[in-house]
């Protein structure tokens, strides 16, 4: 299938920082990634859509100043988690529609974002 | 709206067989199948797109009743491998992508 990578991992910082997370689709191009939002034992939350060109779409709820997003290229998007809070501290995932029928999406292997 | 996945959770001993299911209130284009180890990003089972089709991928196949806006999962003669936590993402005709997920189901599966 679809490679996505994300980058990091995982990373720890101190309240009141800014995160930056790394989503890149490797041997496609995606015009569209999706930001999604897991917590412990819950279901992926969908955050935003990131278009490339244009600006994000988010989801009702979710703080378009506090998570920002760029779509720098058809293969990168940023998710930027300004002045991060320990309620940010989560399980962040990016996915990218291949283009094929049906929109198969491939998801990247996740950050874990851990705010002290 | 959420999809919602039922049962809950499952416990399965090796060999035996499982169904999930995922019903929508919502008009559905299409039901994408993934499967979560702890720890880890969903990982892509299927796709089916409306028109009632089933898929098979091994001994895991899936069907999509569009109709009655319900998909659902089989999984047969159950490996350890196939634990973890299955969720069904469903979109809508104009979303262009975006998938709305189930509340997950637990499958775990004993020697």
């Known amino acids: 299938g679809a490679v996505v990578s994300q980058h990091p991992s995982r990373v720890i910082c101190k309240s009141g920082t800014s995160v930056k997370i790394e989503c890149r689709s490797l041997?496609?191009?995606?015009?569209?990634m999706f930001w999604y939002r897991q917590f412990p034992k819950q279901s992926l939350m969908l955050m935003a859509t990131?278009?490339?060109?244009?600006?994000?779409?988010?989801e009702q709820g979710v703080e378009k100043d506090k998570f920002l997003i760029n779509h720098a290229s058809l293969t990168l998007s940023t998710l930027t988690v300004t002045s991060a809070h320990p309620e940010d501290s989560s399980f962040y995932i990016c996915?990218?529609?291949?283009?094929?029928?049906?929109?198969?999406?491939?998801f990247g292997p996740g950050t874990r974002l851990t705010v002290l | 709206q959420q999809p919602v996945q039922s049962p809950q959770a499952v416990i399965l001993r090796e060999g035996e067989d499982a169904v999930i299911n995922c019903s929508s209130s919502?008009?559905?284009?299409?039901v994408h199948w993934y499967r979560q180890k702890h720890g880890e990003a969903p990982v892509f089972l299927m796709i089916?797109?409306?028109?009632?089709e089933q898929k098979g991928h091994e001994k895991i196949s899936a069907s999509f009743n569009e109709k009655k806006q319900q998909s659902s999962l089989y999984l047969t003669a159950s490996q350890l491998s196939y634990s973890g936590t299955y969720f069904c993402?469903?979109?809508?005709?104009?979303?262009?992508?975006?998938?709305?997920f189930g509340q997950g189901t637990i499958l775990t599966v004993h020697p």
């Open positions: 996915s990218a529609p291949t283009g094929s029928i049906g929109d198969t999406q491939y």
């Open positions: 041997d496609f191009q995606a015009t569209t």
């Open positions: 990131s278009n490339e060109g244009s600006k994000a779409t988010y």
């Open positions: 919502k008009a559905l284009y299409s």
């Open positions: 089916l797109l409306k028109g009632g």
């Open positions: 993402g469903t979109a809508g005709g104009t979303s262009y992508g975006k998938l709305t």
